[in-house]
């Protein structure tokens, strides 16, 4: 007599999510009309101890009579971000962390991060790159302009490398955002805080319309 199997049965074992996502940051401004991962492993920001995607909604419910029934929902406000905590403790990684650039830290053994100068964080790129354990597929989050915040906290121990958590928040990206130094783009109106993409290891295409005008002269 055969088993029979109950329960949520795996349909494709080649989207179990196993491991950690690559977190890389670069240029909000020079990559801002890329829909697409551009950025490459060289801006990763390193070993990680974990890394966390979240995506937060907020709706408003109204009821009325008695008892009270629900009439309508109004969607609130949506919010997107990442959090995960960095094991390479270097100046850049640092920087990123107190919400500086972290292109202006090329040495991982020298330089300085000031402290007690608190200032607005600046707008970066944010790609998470995750491969699946078939090292083919992955699962691509683009934050066209992102910030980082951090309560700095360091705990040195004598068999665990010290893991230094951050927290990602993606910002509007659409053509609304006017800032002259890190401008949003019009490719974002109908995705302002970013895109999550999947690829079967072909790559992403670019479609492009041509249009031709034909002109009669009389």
């Known amino acids: 007599m055969a088993v029979t199997r109950t329960g949520p049965l795996t349909k494709d074992t080649t989207t179990i999510a196993l491991g950690l996502a690559q977190i890389r940051v670069g240029a909000s401004a020079a990559n801002i009309t890329k829909q697409h991962p551009v950025l490459t492993a060289s801006d990763s920001i390193g070993a990680l101890a974990n890394t966390r995607f979240l995506g937060n909604a907020e709706y408003f419910k109204l009821e009325s009579g008695f008892p009270m029934l629900e009439d309508a929902t109004f969607p609130l406000r949506e919010a997107a971000g990442l959090e995960c905590a960095f094991k390479e403790i270097t100046p850049a990684n640092m920087a990123l962390a107190k919400g500086l650039d972290p292109a202006d830290y090329s040495s991982v053994h020298t330089g300085k991060v000031s402290l007690g100068t608190l200032a607005a ?22 934050f066209p302009r992102a910030q980082v915040t951090a309560s700095i906290e360091m705990d040195f121990a004598e068999e665990e490398p010290a893991a230094v958590a951050i927290s990602i928040q993606s910002n509007r990206s659409d053509s609304g955002i006017t800032n002259a130094a890190n401008p949003g783009n019009a490719c974002w109106d109908d995705k302002p805080l970013g895109q999550i993409l999947w690829d079967d290891g072909t790559g992403f295409t670019t479609t492009t319309t041509t249009t031709t005008t034909t002109t009669t002269t009389a």
């Not at 964080?121 to 683009?142: F, H, K, Q, S, W």
Request: hydrophobic content about 40%.
């Open 121 to 142: 964080p600046v707008i970066l790129r944010v790609e998470a790159i995750y491969t699946y354990p078939d090292g083919t597929n992955t699962m691509n989050i683009v």
